[in-house]
């Protein structure tokens, strides 16, 4: 190879029959273009061989997310079983060095730790002072908006029973998820006036469950009713049958749960619609054990 006038020549002599195979010559622009095409093919052959060769599993990283998942997830498992096999590995290994009987009275026994410490003081770091001021406002806030703002907001607002004839389980009168048994016949009502948003069947429970969207920031919600009586998006006023009863449970009674919240925080529904359904204290049970139905029914 030999430069002439800014040119590279090529030449290929065969001399033991003195002859020339091949000789010819390329600017130095024209030998740029030949390298960058030679790399160009290259890297295009490369990954087509990768691309429809098995040749990818090989390569580090490429695996899909469920197996890199797997693999992860078999890294730990082993790790944990290495980790279990060292500490047995110790015990026995400390059980035999004091069980040695050839072990003589002077030697001491070296301390080899069997358990994993654990430390009887919490690791975590504690909450900060900003931290338990805001849990503080939080806190004092939710119990200004139960006592407060809710009362407020249903000021002028119609509540009205969810059943006309059922009544308040007595072990959960006074939870914000409370239930609500019903008399034979007894359909199920909206509290008060608003918007069907939600209406969904739960396969599991084989029943369905309905939330409505009140003015004042409240929305009900209704679970373990039978068919529902109105569409999403339809306006119900107080009183207003919105679901069929349920089907008797196990012990014979038709019961359905109901939730109220206002501005997202939970209230006792008791104390909005409760006085609907209240008894008397010495009556309670008598009432419960009246709505229950003949089993089979």
């Not at 002072?129 to 939080?138: I, K, P, Q, S």
């Not at 008399?183 to 909206?190: D, E, I």
């Not at 939970?266 to 008397?280: A, C, N, W």
């Amino acid at each position: 190879m030999s430069r002439l006038r800014s040119r590279l020549r090529f030449r290929i002599d065969d001399e033991s029959h003195l002859r020339t195979i091949a000789d010819s010559s390329l600017p130095l622009w024209g030998v740029g273009i030949l390298v960058v095409a030679i790399v160009t093919i290259g890297i295009f052959c490369g990954g087509l061989l990768v691309m429809i060769t098995p040749l990818k599993q090989l390569l580090p990283g490429y695996l899909k997310e469920d197996q890199r998942d797997a693999t992860e997830e078999s890294l730990l498992r082993l790790d944990s079983i290495i980790g279990t096999y060292e500490t047995n590995s110790r015990y026995i290994e400390n059980f035999l060095r004091a069980t040695d009987t050839d072990r003589l009275p002077t030697d001491s026994i070296p301390k080899i730790d069997t358990i994993l410490e654990t430390s009887t003081e919490d690791s975590l770091i504690g909450p900060s002072e900003r931290e338990r001021n805001f849990v503080a406002r939080m806190q004092e806030h939710e119990r200004f908006n139960v006592s407060v703002l809710a009362p407020l907001a249903a000021d002028g607002m119609i509540f009205t029973n969810v059943t006309d004839n059922g009544i308040f389980s007595s072990s959960t009168l006074k939870e914000p998820y409370p239930e609500v048994i019903l008399a034979s016949g007894a359909n199920v009502k909206a509290m008060t006036d608003g918007t069907v948003v939600d209406a969904a069947y739960s396969s599991p429970k084989g029943c369905y469950s309905m939330a409505i969207q009140h003015r004042g920031g409240f929305l009900s919600y209704y679970s373990g009713l039978g068919s529902p009586l109105v569409d999403i998006g339809e306006k119900v006023s107080a009183g207003q049958i919105i679901a069929s009863p349920p089907s008797p449970d196990a012990n014979g009674r038709r019961i359905i749960r109901v939730r109220l919240w206002h501005n997202g925080i939970p209230l006792i529904p008791y104390d909005y619609i409760g006085k609907e359904h209240s008894t008397r204290p010495d009556r309670q049970i008598e009432a419960e054990n009246s709505f229950t139905a003949p089993r089979g029914r």
